[in-house]
T-cell receptor, first 114, second 109 residues
């Protein structure tokens, strides 16, 4: 079984709709992240959470919100989707207690906003 | 501003060696990562450097020079399955990862 899972894997929605992307992990890591990836650009950080009570904005948080429901679950919401939010979204986790705090990624959610 | 530069695309031959360069300008440095990403898939961790020098891991090696703001990923004995994008990322003084746009590596028979 995958250590980091994301649902849905693909989603097509319309402008103005509210959608939620979910991420779950069985790695026991305390840190979780949401990124988006666009062609020709590097991964950009949307939000990150270092534990259940800690939520931080990343580089491009406008138009997004998150919820850390448990150590293992971190959800990303688009309150009112717009076409330029069409992208590949990745969840990642890391363990502060490790030597390197390496981030491990879920399989991604491909979101299309029409 | 912070910047990570990598070549957009490289081509190499099966069985050969290829070096993918990464230069960075960041506010602080707390380690450099290389990831492999096949098209439409998740990035997977390859290597981590925090001190100057070469780290070897099988067919892959990664080098770091902090004074030059420079790293490279060396891939030996190239296989067709190595066709992928290779992402360079630097952890800055705020402990955030700054990502390059990636280098698409095309392997030809």
């Amino acid at each position: 079984d995958a250590d980091v899972t994301q649902t849905p894997r693909n989603r097509i929605t319309k402008t103005g709709k509210r959608i939620m992307l979910e991420c779950s992990q069985t790695k026991g890591h305390d840190r979780m992240y949401w990124y988006r990836q666009d062609p020709g650009l590097g991964l950009r950080l949307i939000y990150y959470s270092f534990d259940v009570k800690d939520i931080n904005k990343g580089e491009i948080s406008d138009g997004y919100s998150v919820s850390r429901q448990a150590q293992a679950k971190f959800s990303l919401s688009l309150e009112s989707a717009i076409p330029n939010q069409t992208a590949l979204y990745f969840c990642a986790t890391s363990d502060l207690a490790s030597d390197t705090d390496t981030q491990y990624f879920g399989p991604g959610t491909r979101l299309t906003v029409l | 501003g912070q910047n990570i530069d990598q070549p957009t695309e490289m081509t190499a031959t099966e069985g050969a060696i290829v070096q993918i360069n990464c230069t960075y300008q960041t506010s602080g440095f707390n380690g450099l990562f290389w990831y492999q990403q096949h098209a439409g898939e998740a990035p997977t961790f390859l290597s981590y450097n925090v001190l100057d020098g070469l780290e070897e891991k099988g067919r892959f090696s990664s080098f770091l020079s902090r004074s030059k703001g420079y790293s490279y990923l060396l891939l030996k004995e190239l296989q067709m399955k190595d066709s992928a994008s290779y992402l360079c990322a630097v952890r800055d003084s705020n402990y955030q990862l700054i990502w390059g746009a990636g280098t698409k590596l095309i392997i030809k028979p």
